[in-house]
C-alpha cells in the first residue's frame, strides 16, 4: 500500500501534536503546583476539590461571622464595665453625704458630679458597634436611651450562624439593665436611670433618708451590671470555643485539599523532563520523515 505524502504529514503532525500536549500539561502542573487545574485531569477529584473548597469557604465565613458578635459582645461588656464603675462612684458619693458632717454645699458640689455621671451612663448605653446601637434589640439604628434617660430599645434577640444549622445570640437583652421589671417595680424597685434620679433629688433636697434609699437601689442594679457581664463572658466565651473548633476544622480541610489537589513536585518535574525530551526527539524525528528526497521529487 502505498503510503501518500498528504498521510504521512499526518502521522507525524498527530504525534507533534500529542506530544506537544504532553509536555504542556506537564509544564501546566510544574508552574501551578496543582495535580487537578480542569475537570479531565481528574473528575472525581476534581468534585472532591470542589466539595472541599466550599466547605472551607462555609467555615471561614462562621468564624468572621463569631468575630463579629465577640466585637459586638466586647464592646457591650466595656459599655457595662463603665456604667459599673459609675455606680460604684455614685454609691462612693451617696455613702459619703450621708454623714452629717457635710452640709447643703457639699451635697450640692456632689449632686453636680452626679449629673455628669448621668449624661456619661447614658452616652455608655447608647454605644455602638459597627453602626449599630448595642443596648437596643431589634432597634438598632435607634439610639435607646434618651436625653431624659428613658429605654427606647426592644427585647429583640439577634442570633448569627456559627456553624451548619447553629445559630448563637450575640446581643443582650437591655432592658432590664435600665428598667425595673413589673416585679421589681411591685417590690418597690427603681430603674437604673430613676436611680440616679433619687440620688441627685437627695442630694439636692438634702433629704438623708432619700440618699440612704439611693445606696441599696445602687447596690440592687450593681447587682444586675455584674450579672449581665457574666451573662456576656458566658457568650463570648461559648463564641470562643466554637471559632476555635472551626479554625483547626478550616486546618484540617485545607490538608485535605492539599493531597487531592497538590502536585508531587518532584514526580512533576520528572514527568516535564520526560516530555520535553519526548518533545524534542519527536520534532527530530519528524523533521527528518518530511525532508523531501529525489525519489520524492521524481514521484
Same mark, same amino acid.
Given at each position: 500500500m502505498r503510503v501518500s505524502?498528504?498521510?504521512?504529514?499526518g502521522v507525524v503532525n498527530n504525534r507533534v501534536e500529542r506530544s506537544k500536549t504532553s509536555n504542556a500539561d506537564?509544564?501546566?502542573?510544574?508552574?501551578?503546583q496543582k495535580r487537578i487545574n480542569k475537570l479531565s485531569d481528574d473528575p472525581t477529584g476534581a468534585k472532591d476539590i470542589i466539595n472541599t473548597r466550599d466547605v472551607i469557604r462555609n467555615k471561614q465565613q462562621f468564624i468572621r461571622n463569631i468575630d463579629f458578635s465577640k466585637g459586638y459582645l466586647e464592646r457591650t461588656e466595656t459599655a457595662i464595665?463603665? +456604667?459599673t464603675d459609675n455606680l460604684i462612684r455614685a454609691k462612693e458619693l451617696a455613702i459619703g453625704m450621708s454623714n452629717d458632717t457635710y452640709d447643703q454645699n457639699s451635697r450640692d458640689a456632689s449632686a453636680k458630679e452626679i449629673k455628669? +455621671? +448621668?449624661?456619661?451612663? /447614658?452616652?455608655?448605653? !447608647?454605644?455602638s458597634f459597627n453602626g449599630r446601637y448595642v443596648f437596643a434589640g431589634f432597634r438598632n439604628q435607634t439610639p435607646p436611651i434618651t436625653a431624659d434617660g428613658q429605654f427606647l430599645g426592644?427585647?429583640?434577640? /439577634?442570633f448569627v450562624q456559627v456553624d451548619q444549622g447553629n445559630f448563637r445570640q450575640m446581643n443582650i437583652q437591655a432592658r432590664n439593665l435600665f428598667e425595673a421589671d413589673p416585679s421589681e417595680a411591685e417590690s418597690g424597685r427603681y430603674g437604673l436611670m430613676q436611680t440616679f434620679d433619687v440620688l441627685l433629688k437627695g442630694l439636692h433636697s438634702n433629704d438623708k433618708e432619700m440618699i440612704h434609699k439611693s445606696m441599696g437601689e445602687l447596690e440592687f442594679q450593681l447587682e444586675k451590671a455584674t450579672s449581665y457581664q457574666a451573662t456576656i463572658g458566658g457568650i463570648w466565651g461559648s463564641l470562643a470555643n466554637t471559632s476555635?473548633?472551626?479554625?483547626?476544622?478550616?486546618? #484540617?480541610?485545607?490538608? !485535605?485539599l492539599s493531597k487531592v489537589q497538590?502536585?508531587?513536585? #518532584?514526580a512533576a518535574t520528572s514527568e516535564f523532563k520526560r516530555t520535553e525530551t519526548v518533545l524534542q526527539s519527536t520534532l527530530m524525528a519528524s523533521n527528518k520523515l518530511l525532508q523531501p528526497s529525489l525519489l520524492n521529487f521524481m514521484q
Open positions: 505524502e498528504r498521510m504521512r504529514y506537564a509544564l501546566e502542573t510544574l508552574s501551578s464595665s463603665g +456604667i455628669q +455621671i +448621668i449624661d456619661e451612663v /447614658i452616652q455608655l448605653g !447608647n454605644a426592644d427585647d429583640g434577640k /439577634i476555635q473548633r472551626l479554625e483547626g476544622e478550616v486546618d #484540617f480541610e485545607k490538608e !485535605n497538590d502536585a508531587d513536585m #518532584f
